[in-house]
Structures are given as C-alpha cells and as structure tokens.
C-alpha cells in the first residue's frame, strides 16, 4: 500500500527507495537521536514522561487515551520485572497503517518502544504483529538485528547502564487479539481470549507483570517529542489533539493508501488528497474511524475536521483512522451485512450476548438484504443491540452494535424500503 506522507512519523522517508527502513537510513534522518538525548543528559523518567504528556499524544488504537497519563499508571516503584508491548495486531476492517510503519520506518517503532521501557523502567518489550502480515514480522524482525548490532538494544544501550530487550511475535489473524487482555494471553501462549477487567494490565499484565500497552503508531510518534519537544508535536495537529496521524483511506476514491496529516485537517482536503470520489460519483457515507466507529452520512463529513473531538461531536469516533468512503451506489444493507458478518465470525464465544448477540444481528440483516426481511426486524435489531452494548467482557460486542445503530439511524429508509417492497432501494452494485 502506498503511503503519502505530510508528518512526524514519515518525515523523510521516502517509500520508494527500498532500503528507506533500514538503520542507517533511518539515522540519517534523525533517528536514535531522541534516545541519545535521554541518555546523554541523564533525563529523568518522569521527564520523558511529562514530555510524552505534554505532547497531546491520544493513543493511536481506537481509543484516543492520552499515552503520556498512561504511562504514568506504571507503578514506579514495583520490585519485579515490568513490560512494554506493542499492538501490531490491526484487525479493524479499513485498517492498514501500522503495517506500513515496520514495513517503511520500522526503526522510529523500534526507538519509540526503547524510550517507553526506558520511561516505565522495563527490561523488556515485545511487539505482537498481525499474523497474516507475515512478511512485515520478518521485516521487523531484521530491524531488530540491526538495532542489536548497533548496542542500541540489549545489555547497557549505548554504553550507558540501561538495559532493555525487544522481541517480535506474530499472533494467527485473530481480530480479537488486538484487543489488549486478548493480545496479553496470545502472547503468553494461551487461547486468545479477553480477560475481565480490573485488574487492568498497569497492575496485571504480561505474565501478571505491570505492562503498559500501546498501539505501533502511538510509539512511533514518541522519537519526534523526545527530540524536538511535545510542543512542537501539539503545535503539529489541534488542542486536545496534538500531532499528525496516518489515516487509511479506502472505498471508492481514486488513490486509496496511508495518508499521514495534521489533526485537524477538513476531511474534504483528506478526501482530495485519495484523489476525490473514484469516476466522479457522489459521496454517500463515510465510517471514519474502523469498521466499528458509526457511520455519517457524506454531507456531515464534509464539514468535519479529522480529529477526536470533531469526528467524536458528530456522533461517530475517530478510532483506528481507517476511512471507509461509499459513494451513492452503496446499498447500505448490504455494507452493513458485510460488516456483521465479520464481528459475528470474529467474536470469542465467551459471554452470551456477544456470542448470541451477533450472530442474530447478523442473521437478521441477512434477511433483510436479501428481501426476507419481516415487520419488526428493525426494532429486534435494536432489541438485540440493547442486550449487548455494555454487558460484556470486551469491547466488541459494543463495537458490532455502532454500526448496527448507526446505519439504521442515518439510511433507515433503504432498510424500510427492503422489508416492504423485498428490493434494494439501491441496486447492490457494491458487492
Ligand atoms: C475487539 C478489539 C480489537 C482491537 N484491535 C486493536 C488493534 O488491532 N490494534 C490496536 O492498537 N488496538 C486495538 N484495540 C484497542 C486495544 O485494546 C488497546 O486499547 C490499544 O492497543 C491501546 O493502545 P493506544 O492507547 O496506543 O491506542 C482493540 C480493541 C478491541 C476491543
Ligand atoms: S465481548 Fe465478545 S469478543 Fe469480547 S470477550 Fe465477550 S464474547 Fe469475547
């Protein structure tokens, strides 16, 4: 996938060139530079983590939590060993980015990961990539080589008294394993399944360790505020919403890829960036943030700005940044029976309404797309949403429901149309 850059992550980098992630490449542009600032000057933990805070950095996952507060949950003082992971899981349908960060500028994931342990007093990181992203593992995999090579990873980094290891594990393509308790057991060996939550990984973690998790993009951006200050990063994007982000655009627009931006940015200049609407169609609906975030209609996107808290003021969630552009061909029961279908395939099993739960959204939606749909169906879909959203171990259930509700709030009229005439109001030219 192609990437087009504008920000802190891919500063320099040119994608084109083949060894653009390579280490030496990669110095050449300032990198390791923010980690030899730090251990230079001595610069206390708290500092770094004050910096990371003053940065507006808002986790790059789906959840928009500011990683510098996280940080600081890490118990400062715990006698044992502590961890940093990584979530190069990214399962979300729309979601491509991080993949394009270990396959193009592996090292800025790697230093980030470096100042975290250094900041949280780890020993030790892993970094957990999606399984069917296999050549990315491997590519990660000689980065790390290279870093150990260059004293910038193992025992006393750079010649100084810290020490800090990381490794690379592939999961098996399980989206439940981007959730953090699932990725913890995958990683541990286990069933990837959820763990109730508290005790939170800050306390409970990898092998019952402290852990702080976050997502790749998340580290990556963590070189360019040690180096040149978290002011500089929040100037990079809006209050509250500081830096650029890398957005994936795909959908019926003419250069779908990674586009990394300021926070802030009209979502009509991200859209004229993938090239416009693909043969001139009309914009119908946008999902700006992962399959899960709500969908908006076109019109409202028009006058949103991409950041947490306009995308989040409008009804919807900034998530993964994974744009998904439909234009006016789409049958919207058909998208969303697609995107059922998935959360339906995709849930653990272990709690009843998640289970259950998205298997009859799917089933229902299936009927109406496919002109068997009945008086009420709409109303059961609300019914079943109602009985899953909050009441499970996870997030997921909640996250097959948005879109359930969503779609039936913005295009209820394509969905009333099928259950009465038992045909698409658009022709499913899409699927
Ligand atoms: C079902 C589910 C899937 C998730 N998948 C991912 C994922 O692929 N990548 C990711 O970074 N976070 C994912 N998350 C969010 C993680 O649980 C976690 O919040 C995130 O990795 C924290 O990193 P951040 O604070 O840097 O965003 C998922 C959450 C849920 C509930
Ligand atoms: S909500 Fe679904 S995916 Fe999450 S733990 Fe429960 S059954 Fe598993």
Redesign the pocket.
């Known amino acids: 996938m192609a990437v087009f850059v504008n920000g802190v992550i891919f500063e320099g980098v040119d994608t084109a060139a083949p060894d653009c992630w390579r280490l030496e490449a990669y110095m050449a542009r300032g990198g390791y530079q923010a980690l030899k600032k730090i251990l230079d000057n001595k610069i206390p933990q708290e500092d770094v983590i004050a910096e990371v805070k003053n940065s507006g950095l808002r986790g790059r996952g789906g959840a928009g939590f500011p990683t510098g507060l996280k940080w600081s949950f890490m118990p400062r003082s715990f006698p044992g060993d502590k961890y940093v992971v990584c979530n190069t899981d990214e399962g979300e349908p729309g979601t491509f980015k991080d993949r394009d960060i270990i396959i193009y500028n592996p090292h800025a994931l790697i230093e980030g990961m470096i100042i975290a342990g250094y900041a949280m007093g780890c020993k030790a990181g892993y970094n957990y990539i999606h399984g069917e992203i296999f050549e990315a593992y491997e590519l990660f995999e000689e980065a790390l080589d290279e870093a150990r090579k260059a004293g910038l990873l193992g025992q006393n980094i750079l010649g100084t008294d810290f020490s800090f290891d990381l490794f690379a594990h592939h999961g098996y393509g399980a989206y ?1 394993c981007g ?1 953090e308790t699932a990725l913890l057991e995958s990683l541990e060996g286990k069933k990837g ?2 763990r109730f939550k508290p005790p939170f990984p800050a306390s409970f973690g990898l092998y019952g360790k402290p852990t702080t998790i976050n997502n790749t993009e998340s580290f990556a951006s963590v070189p360019f505020i040690i180096r040149d200050g978290g002011q500089k990063f929040l100037e990079a994007g809006k209050p509250n919403n500081g830096g650029t982000k890398l957005f994936s655009i795909s959908g019926h627009v003419n250069r779908p890829g990674n586009y990394e931006i300021p926070l802030g940015t009209p979502f009509a200049t991200l859209l004229e960036m993938a090239g416009g609407m693909k043969d001139g169609k009309k914009l119908k609906a946008v999902i700006p943030g992962g399959s899960s975030a709500p969908v908006l209609p076109g019109e409202v996107m028009m006058e949103l700005t991409m950041d947490y808290d306009s995308i989040s003021k409008a009804g919807s969630m900034l998530g993964s940044g994974a744009v998904i552009v439909m234009n006016e061909d789409v049958c919207m029961v058909k998208a969303l029976e697609r995107l059922a279908y998935f959360y339906h395939e995709e ?5 009843t309404p ?2 259950e739960g998205t298997g009859w959204l799917y089933k229902v939606i299936h009927r109406i797309a496919n002109g068997e749909g009945r008086d009420g169906d709409l109303e059961l879909l609300e019914s079943v949403g109602n009985n899953m959203a909050g009441r ?3 997030a ?2 909640d996250a097959a429901v948005f879109p359930v509700r969503s779609f039936t709030k913005h295009f209820r009229n394509e969905f009333e149309h099928l259950i009465k005439h038992k045909k698409a109001l658009v022709d499913h030219k899409w699927c």
Request: proline share 6%; net charge neutral.
């Open positions: 439940i959730e399944q959820p849930s653990c099993g272990q709690c998640c289970r499970t171990i996870c997921l259930a």
